[in-house]
């Protein structure tokens, strides 16, 4: 999946457009109620990941469970968050290297992660 097809999926499946808050091609993904992100697309040299080479790729940074994110990097397409907490987030290759569907599932996992806590208030007699 490649940042096109994957900000279609999320168009589909969020109802949520890329937010470009610097003049470049990173991009964030955010949720429409709060502004919160659930993921960020960023095009990083291959060197600045841990990689040989400079040449710009591109990752997704999700949100995720620890100790999930712990054993996906052992496997290939994932790597350290870039630019982000390590512990809590994931950069994903945007490159066809990991797993669409799994990729899909990470999306979903971080979505659900960043959604803010919905309460249930009272409505009043008045329905104010």
């Known amino acids: 999946m490649d940042r096109e097809e994957l900000f279609s999926w999320c168009r589909q499946q969020y109802g949520t457009e890329p937010d470009y808050p610097w003049a470049d091609r990173n991009a964030v993904l955010r949720h429409r109620d709060t502004g919160k992100w659930y993921g960020a697309v960023l095009e990083v040299r291959r060197d600045r990941l841990g990689m040989q080479g400079e040449e710009l790729v591109d990752v997704l940074n999700v949100k ?12 290939p397409g994932f790597l350290p968050a870039y630019h982000m907490n390590k512990e809590n987030w994931i950069s994903i290759l945007l490159d066809g290297t990991a797993p669409e569907e799994q990729m899909k599932n990470l999306i979903e996992m971080s979505y659900q992660m960043t ?5 249930n208030k009272p409505v009043s007699a008045q329905g104010e």
């Open 64 to 75: 995720g469970d620890p100790v999930l994110i712990g054993s996906l990097r052992m496997q």
């Open 115 to 119: 959604d803010k806590k919905r309460k």
